[in-house]
């Protein structure tokens, strides 16, 4: 049973945009947070920004805060991460997540629903 569902990945070029949806299939969010991990190949999940749903309290990593934004459309419960002057080093699948008792914004395990990922490829 899918309880995250990503989209909007694919392949761009270096300096391109991308935005990333995420959105739980045929039921309302009902979590506190919605947060957005990476994991390129042969490294760990990374965290990359957060979002508390109730009043759009943002959280970002350091080394993407300068490039992407996270948002939440609480109408359509669609959360959306904006990433802008991709570079090679994003290349990587695209984790949203879902949690009620997140404590540190930064730490996978806080987040209880997971989605299958996006892959986003960056090419030089």
């Known amino acids: 049973q899918v309880q995250l569902l990503e989209s909007g990945g694919g392949l761009v070029q270096a300096g391109d945009s991308l935005r990333l949806s995420c959105t739980t299939p045929?039921?309302?969010?009902?979590?506190?947070?919605m947060g957005w991990f990476r994991q390129a190949p042969g490294k760990e999940r990374e965290f990359v920004a957060a979002?508390?749903?109730?009043?759009?309290?943002?959280y970002y990593s350091t080394s993407v805060k300068d490039r992407v934004i996270i948002s939440r459309d609480n109408a359509t419960n669609m959360g959306y991460l904006q990433m802008n002057s991709l570079k090679p080093e994003d290349t990587a699948v695209y984790y949203c997540?879902?949690?009620?008792?997140?404590?540190?914004?930064?730490?996978?395990?806080?987040?209880?629903?997971w989605g299958q990922g996006t892959q986003v490829t960056v090419s030089s």
């Open positions: 979002i508390r749903w109730s009043d759009m309290f943002t």
């Open positions: 997540a879902a949690g009620s008792y997140v404590i540190r914004w930064d730490r996978p395990r806080d987040y209880d629903l």
């Open positions: 045929g039921r309302t969010f009902n979590r506190n947070a």
